[in-house]
């Protein structure tokens, strides 16, 4: 079994800073994780992933540019480091990982394993 955990999250500033982290424990054999992010009544978003394979990092394009998407393969880690913050970037952001043997995609439906999620809360 696999098990994400996030962690990170809380209320910051329009324009501040913050980073979030997801660590993967169990048999882990996807061959990426990503970030997705979900507001209140609106449709989950792909936010960025990191292939192993390559090491290739795709971003959502509300957050390319601002969001940076790093991975510590000692602590099977990923972090979101998100910069110049916005209110619309209110949402839980959830880390993820395909089933074993698969790759990273923008399509959250190709994910099998969810972290519970981490509230990320942009506002004065």
């Known amino acids: 079994q696999v098990q994400l955990v996030e962690s990170g999250g809380g209320l910051v500033q329009p324009g501040g800073s913050l980073r979030i982290s997801c660590a993967a424990s169990g048999t882990f054999s996807s061959y990426g994780m990503g970030w997705f992010r979900q507001a209140p009544g609106k449709e989950r978003e792909f936010v960025g992933a990191i292939s192993w394979i390559d090491g290739a990092i795709y971003y959502g394009d509300s957050v390319r540019g601002r969001f940076t998407l790093s991975r510590d393969n000692a602590k099977n880690t990923i972090y979101l480091q998100m910069n110049s913050l916005k209110p619309e970037d209110t949402a839980v952001y959830y880390c993820?990982?395909?089933?074993?043997?698969?790759?990273?995609?923008?399509?959250?439906?190709?994910?099998?394993?969810w972290g519970q999620g981490t509230r990320v809360t942009v506002s004065t």
């Open positions: 993820a990982a395909p089933r074993s043997g698969v790759g990273v995609t923008t399509r959250s439906a190709l994910y099998t394993y």
